[in-house]
């Protein structure tokens, strides 16, 4: 692995992974120099963006690709993961000729998620801005992930507004479409979904997406200041986290209630 210098935290990157390391790297900087700003940070600890070869020596979970956060690494994929094109091929078939167009459009005509993948580092920033106060659980887990998709969104929307099609649209495209092909769709059985080939964990990631955006266009920044400052504090329970939901927008309480219908 070769560092790269010249960014606010130390950056390691796969041999041979140099431009794409330093563009992961610099809207890693700017995300958190704007999620200090909106919410604050913590010391921001490296980040990695490594190829599969070095996947193992620095990730703690085994699916290469699937971004993560822990108080003392970021680590992202260098190179395209499997399950971005496990999710395309689910997706194209049952996503309707509207779908698959809206998704050619954006990702181009072999669905390519790779611009989509490069915005995940800023999910994974906003995961250490809400940090580890909660006593593990179902709500705690699918808030901290709603948590870091709204500062995705808020960022992107903020700062990188460009990028908002390529956020967006293939979120909204598997989320119209029928989730058969996923096992799980319970939101309080998120963590399960993380076995298997990654696909049907980030069905729900994508759910979550839906709502972060709702979120943002209804509540702005008051939305994430509310939902990290709540995740920095006690745990609260599922009725109480509701109510706080639906202070902010109560369509999304409403859609919490009813998942995964709409
Ligand atoms: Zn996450």
């Known amino acids: 692995m070769d560092a790269l210098s010249d960014f606010p935290f130390p950056v390691f990157v796969s041999t041979g992974g140099t431009e794409r390391g330093r563009s992961v790297a610099t809207r890693a900087a700017q995300a958190a120099q704007w999620l200090d700003q909106t919410v604050g940070m913590p010391t921001i600890p490296p980040l990695y963006v490594v190829n599969s070869n070095d996947w ?3 990730a703690t979970t085994p699916l290469y690709g699937m971004p993560h956060v822990d108080s003392d690494r970021v680590v992202v994929g260098q190179e395209p993961a499997a399950f971005w094109s496990t999710l395309t091929g ?13 998704l050619r459009q954006v990702y181009g005509e072999d669905l390519d998620l790779g611009g989509f993948a490069d915005l995940l580092v800023c999910h994974e920033l906003t995961h250490l801005a809400h940090g580890a106060s909660w006593v593990e659980g179902a709500v705690g887990f699918w808030l901290k992930e709603l948590a870091a998709n709204l500062g995705l969104q808020g960022y992107v929307s903020e700062v990188e507004p460009q990028q908002l099609a390529t956020l967006e649209t293939v ?3 598997v989320w119209a479409a029928p989730n058969e092909a996923w096992p799980i769709h ?12 990654g696909s049907n964990y980030v069905w729900f990631e994508f759910g979550l997406q839906v709502l972060a955006k709702r979120l943002w266009d209804t509540a702005g920044a008051a939305a994430l200041q509310t939902i990290i ?7 609260l329970n599922f009725t109480q986290v509701l109510h706080m939901l639906a202070d902010l927008d109560p369509s999304v309480a409403q859609t919490i209630q009813n998942w995964p219908n709409h």
């Open 90 to 102: 689910v997706i194209a078939p049952v996503a309707g000729s509207d779908g698959l167009a809206r």
């Open 186 to 197: 319970d939101l309080a059985r998120m963590k399960d979904s993380l076995t298997g080939d």
């Open 171 to 173: 979120v909204e495209v």
């Open 56 to 58: 193992d020596a620095v």
């Open 229 to 235: 400052t709540a995740l920095r504090g006690p745990t």
